[in-house]
């Protein structure tokens, strides 16, 4: 156990450029590249010359190869009564229409695309035509509201956007259509067309001069063919949220993802042509983007768009009917989706009632995965729990127990080891590396394997200053972490102000920005607290201006629906207190870290360039009156 892994790691450390070379031959090239690895201003580019098509490989080329019969995406959707396959052909098919509407409407290669959508089989497709016509798309997450999505039209400038009328959030009808024309009234950037799904459960209002429907113009069009594309051409540009409230834009090339998507599915998740992948995660996150349309896809097996929650829908035994009724034998989530399965079956009784037999493994990442949520899965289930971790800047596992190469003893909590060409170290402030098991910053030497980002959308100053200017020659992840002398890889936690609520990445800067631009408030600190379910979720402390009397429910309920409004009911944000200052550091830094202390209810001390030492115990006061910290039950 681990010899086959350890070699394999050294190779692709001491010899990038042979490792991935291999690794590139299960893709289908027009043109092989010319060069490896090219290094220009800070920038990796994988597969300089090489010529290919991300939808190609994904569709067609199966197609080609005989499976056009087989299921590609089955799409379960127990909020509409829904289930319908589609075979690779006939997802070729519905891909290369709606490709052929893209180009009718003027979009070419390098053109941007937003796509705002549910959990539909329309927005794998819309995906997978951008891709086919060397579209960039930029898909935005569905719980987000109009401020967050005219954010991201204006930084994108997307020539068209595709949505749909609704969604459907258990039982209730989320409003695209007018999230849509809300957010493109906001943005300064102004597409020329939407191309709008309308579904059964609500029918949107149109612009005749902007908007088309999606099913009129896919009947009347003829498909197109995949453009060849250069291997460092982007594929796609997906924002995540930072330090900052601006989201930054992450750009990954067609070339470098497709040969790590396809050397993940081998090694890591063992998955082989015709498998069930089930990545129950949203497209509107780099794990739909990775496990749910391309690497599934590419690898010829199939993949399920499911609309649905793991509890609610209607049951906690969602997820192990959907297991039963296609055969999944991959299912992956965030550990969240399991805290809430056990929260309402702690004895796994909705298990027992379905056959889980065809299931090889879970895999579970975008938070911690804390030990009793991973045993409890183990125990119920039967089966094998993999904890990887990873990030939307990587595109896939940094760290992860490799199933289809060497299966490696488990330690709970830990993601296991650092995967092929990741030169994972923990680094102390004056950047020298840390003793096995000492707390440091996670970084990984340059250069990154393939599919990690190019840069940053428009603005290499900030992808310089975000990601590389920290330790020079070296890639910061933002996660805090140590490694220990068996080589595991610990992820403690975020070194920004990135909080991950639910398995959604999101920034308390941008809350913070958001609280702010209510009219009483003078100033604000968001922070994130550990939560027994979503893992953490934001809470807010807001000053008042001078003068401000008022009734403080009502004010805290309406900076509530404010971040609500702006961010989206994604953000969680539900707690929030008023108070008279905040804690600060003489220098005017906000003390965020010794107010999460308390709200965690873990040890603290006065830090000692605190400004005034007063305020800290009116903090505790108003931390205490919201509940916190919690007890050990409710934890
Ligand atoms: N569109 C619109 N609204 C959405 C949404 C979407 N796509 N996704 C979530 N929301 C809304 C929810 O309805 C909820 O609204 P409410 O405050 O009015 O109840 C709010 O955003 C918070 O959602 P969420 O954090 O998902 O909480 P929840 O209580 O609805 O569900 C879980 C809790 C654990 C069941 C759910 O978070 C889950 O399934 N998580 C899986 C995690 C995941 O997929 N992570 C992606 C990375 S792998
Ligand atoms: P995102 O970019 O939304 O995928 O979020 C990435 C962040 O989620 C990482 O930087 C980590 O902070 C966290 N994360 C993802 N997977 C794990 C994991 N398996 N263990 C610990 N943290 C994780």
Redesign the pocket.
């Known amino acids: 156990m681990g010899a086959i892994y350890d070699k394999m790691y050294k190779e692709s450390l001491s010899d990038p450029e042979k490792f991935w070379a291999e690794a590139a031959t299960k893709v289908h090239w027009y043109h092989q590249w010319d060069k490896v690895l090219d290094v220009v201003n800070g920038h990796y580019r994988w597969f300089v010359g090489g010529c290919m098509n991300t939808c190609y490989n994904a569709l067609d080329l199966h197609v080609d190869n005989g499976r056009g019969d087989q299921a590609a995406l089955i799409y379960d959707s127990p909020v509409t009564d829904t289930k319908k396959t589609y075979t690779y052909a006939q997802l070729r098919d519905r891909v290369a229409k709606t490709a052929g509407i893209l180009v009718n409407k003027g979009v070419v290669k390098g053109d941007r695309v937003v796509i705002y959508m549910p959990m539909i089989p329309e927005a794998v497709i819309a995906m997978l035509a951008c891709a086919r016509i060397g579209a960039i798309h930029s898909v935005v997450f569905g719980g987000f509201a109009a401020h967050e999505l005219a954010t991201r039209i204006d930084d994108a400038k997307p020539k068209v956007i595709m949505s749909a009328s609704c969604g459907i959030e258990v039982s209730r009808v989320i409003h695209y259509k007018p999230l849509l024309d809300e957010a493109i009234k906001r943005s300064t950037h102004k597409p020329t067309c939407c191309i709008i799904h309308q579904r059964p459960q609500e029918i949107a209002n149109m612009l005749p001069w902007r908007d088309v429907d999606w099913a009129e113009e896919e009947e009347k069009t003829a498909a197109v063919d995949c453009v060849p594309l250069d291997a460092i051409d982007p594929l796609y540009i997906l924002y ?2 930072g330090t900052t409230g601006k989201p930054k834009g992450v750009i990954r090339s067609n070339g470098g993802h497709a040969v790590a998507m396809k050397w993940s599915m081998d090694n890591v998740y063992n998955a082989k042509a015709g498998d069930v992948f089930w990545a129950a995660s949203d497209v509107g ?3 739909g983007h990775s496990y749910i349309v391309y690497a599934p896809l590419m690898n010829g097996c199939t993949t399920i768009v499911y609309e649905g929650k793991p509890v609610r829908t209607p049951n906690p035994g969602a997820f192990w009917r959907v297991c039963e009724e296609h055969k999944v034998n991959i299912l992956f989530s965030a550990p969240t989706a399991f805290r809430a399965i056990r929260k309402e079956d702690p004895n796994g009784e909705w298990v027992k009632k379905y056959d889980l037999s065809s299931v090889k493994g879970l895999f ?6 804390d030990s009793p949520t991973l045993e409890w899965m183990k125990k119920v289930t039967g089966k094998e729990v993999t ?7 990587t595109g896939w596992a940094i760290a992860a127990n490799p199933m289809g190469l060497d299966p490696m003893k488990v330690k709970p909590g830990s ?1 296991t080891k650092p995967m092929p060409g990741f030169n994972l170290q923990a680094l102390d402030a004056d950047g020298k590396q840390c003793k096995p098991g000492v707390l440091g910053n996670l970084v990984l030497k340059l250069p990154l394997p393939p599919s990690c980002l190019m840069g940053v959308w428009e603005d290499d100053a900030r992808y310089k200053r975000s990601y590389l200017d920290f330790y020079p020659g070296y890639y910061l ?3 805090s972490g140590y490694i220990d002398k068996d080589g595991y890889v610990w ?1 403690m ?2 070194m920004d102000g ?1 909080i ?1 609520v639910a ?3 999101l920034s308390t800067g941008e809350m913070e920005e958001i609280v702010a631009k209510h009219p009483d408030v003078a100033e604000c600190a968001v922070i994130g607290v550990d939560d027994a379910l979503k893992g953490e979720v934001p809470m807010g402390f807001a000053v008042l201006k001078e003068g401000i009397e008022r009734d403080n429910q009502s004010l805290c309920e309406g900076i509530v629906q404010l971040v609500r409004d702006e961010i989206g009911a994604v953000a969680s944000f539900r707690i929030v207190t008023i108070v008279s200052r905040l804690p600060k550091t003489r220098s005017g830094k906000i003390l965020r870290g010794t107010m999460r202390s308390m709200a965690d209810g873990k040890e603290w001390n006065m830090p000692s360039t605190i400004e005034d030492e007063d305020v800290l115990p009116e903090i505790q006061e108003a931390i205490k009156a919201l509940g916190y910290p919690k007890k050990k039950e409710e934890a």
């Open positions: 995540t949220s996150w780099v794990v579970v990442a975008g938070e911690r995965c904890d990887h971790w990873w990030q939307t800047e993601p992840t933002g996660d992820v936690g975020r990135v991950n398995g959604h990445r």
